[in-house]
């Protein structure tokens, strides 16, 4: 964002170029990654749960197909209501940055290009997600009740590997994220300081 209208809310942002102390965005981010992650896991597991069940048993848990069908269901469901805030939370914070302009990341993007390739990374995967939920929901409501089926299996393969492939595409967002924290210092307290000319430590301590 342009420098003079940063400068306006320079009273009101910390040490992180942030009017709170902590980042939310990141956090957000690692909610909507563990709840999509544990959603497609659990929903792998009920799929593959006929050739798992003597493990279950061996290992003396008791263990019910359908409620691994349900911690799949409701994680995703949470994963796409979560990653409305944490897209919204990223742009906010995006707009705050003042990353570097003479530095290039690991992958030889500027700042800026980053911030832009990640922004619209987190509007894909939400689409991505919210697709996901909808497709969920259609085979555990519709698909999964169909009276042809000769198996209590609620999810479609197909459904896991997009799920899976979607992980890889999180992984490589979340690598312009992490880029953008640690290589250009964006909202990252002890960069800002040592940018400032001041010391971390005496910081701190107040």
Known sequence: MNSELIDQLTGS?????LPYTIPIHPNLVHLTLGLFIIGITFDIVGVLFPFEKWVFKFLAITVER????????????AASIITFFTVAAGFYEMLLAT????????WGLQAMQTMIWHGVGGV???????????WRG??????GKQEYKQS????????LFAGIAI????FVHGTL??????????????DNLLRLGQDFNTQISH
């Not at 942002?13 to 170029?17: K, Q, R």
């Not at 990353?99 to 690991?106: E, G, I, V, W």
């Not at 894909?124 to 909808?134: E, H, K, P, S, Y």
Request: charged share 15%; no cysteine.
């Open 66 to 77: 359908d409620k691994l069908f349900d911690v799949g269901w409701y994680n995703m469901l």
């Open 99 to 106: 990353p570097p302009a003479d530095m290039k990341s690991a």
């Open 152 to 159: 209590d299996r609620e999810v479609q393969w197909i459904y």
């Open 13 to 17: 942002l910390g040490a992180n170029g």
């Open 177 to 190: 994220g992490a880029q953008l924290a640690t290589e250009f210092g964006v909202h990252n307290t002890a």
């Open 124 to 134: 894909l995967l939400l689409a991505l997600i919210v697709g996901m939920t909808i």
């Open 138 to 143: 259609w085979q555990r409501f519709v698909w």
């Open 167 to 170: 992980m890889l595409i999180m």
